[in-house]
């Protein structure tokens, strides 16, 4: 009997314990949203370049708020960076309104939006709202706290581009009514929207123009052309390249972006501003072969190539003239195209172990 009664003792001290330590906790976690250190929100969080940008953030001392609604992104992107102390995850949807509620908030990344084509064929109407009721909502909260607002926009703004490379000033050949048009639209118009906010209420705007990046993190089955040809080859399927292989895409590795953004968000310069990587530009049949040879490296067998009919309004060519981001922000890739491939070959081959 009395041996019981101690038991239950052990059991109430135990769970007080228990609730002290989690109140304790969150009261810390509460002091720092209200010290002097600089509050940071970043949407599209749990996807491949967010999850990324949040970790190199919380590196430098921020509070970050990470908000995503996790249609495209992952949520084991960020589950750990929960466990963090300046972390916090905001999962809602961009386009919702929002009582914030914050008492500080110096930046905003606006990230969040469907960015692979097979994402966006499928949720055309996510798409476009994300990148302009999206944007509109992230201004208005920009405007209420004296934010900072960085766009990411993309390189999908000049369409299929007649001009090699694209500088900042070429105005795009976009086909407004075709299954592209969702996303390249909508960025443009999310650029539209910045501008607006800076001629009419001083809103201090960054606009990235983002290249084709990858890296760990990236959504095995997100359908662009890096995830697609490693997972095919990790599985053992065969590859399918979409036209004759000849279309050229220049790859950036998420690092290097990253890196990229940081330094625009803390430039002076408002106007739009290339972030890629000129000088991997390859042929989709350039990059099934890279890749299947870094696999045959780790032991992995080549599959067969197959080609298939290309994709409509598919882009023939893309490159990047990053002179601007070169001389305004100091920022130039310096991450190889093997490279990166390497430690995101690793990484699908540890997810799928
Ligand atoms: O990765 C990115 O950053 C960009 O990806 C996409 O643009 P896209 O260049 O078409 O990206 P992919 O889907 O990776 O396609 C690249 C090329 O590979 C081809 N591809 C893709 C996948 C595949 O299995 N096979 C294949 O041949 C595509 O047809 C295209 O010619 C998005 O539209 C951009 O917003 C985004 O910034």
Known sequence: MLARIRHKHYIILLVSSCVLIYLIYNTLKYDIV??????????GAAGLVGSHLCEELLKRNYIVYGLDNLSTGQIRNINWLNSLRDFYFVNRDVTDKWEDGFTRLDEIYHMASPASPKAYFKDPIGTYRANTIGTESMIELAGRHSARLLFASSSEVYGDPLTHPQTEIYWGNVNPYGPRACYDESKRMGETLCFIAQQLYGTEIRIARIFNTFGPR????DGRVISNFIMN???GDDIFIYGDGMKTRSFMYISD???GLIRLMASNNSSPINLGNPYEEHNVLKVAKIIQE?????????????????LQDDPTKRKPDISKAEELLDWRPTVSFEDGLRKTIDYFIELYK
């Open 233 to 235: 080859g990790i599985k």
């Open 294 to 310: 870094l696999l045959a490296e780790r032991g992995i067998a080549r599959t067969r190539i197959n080609y298939i009919q290309a």
């Open 257 to 259: 972006l990253v890196d």
């Open 218 to 221: 990236m959504h095995p089955e």
């Open 34 to 43: 209200t010290s002097d250190r600089s509050v940071v929100l970043v949407t």
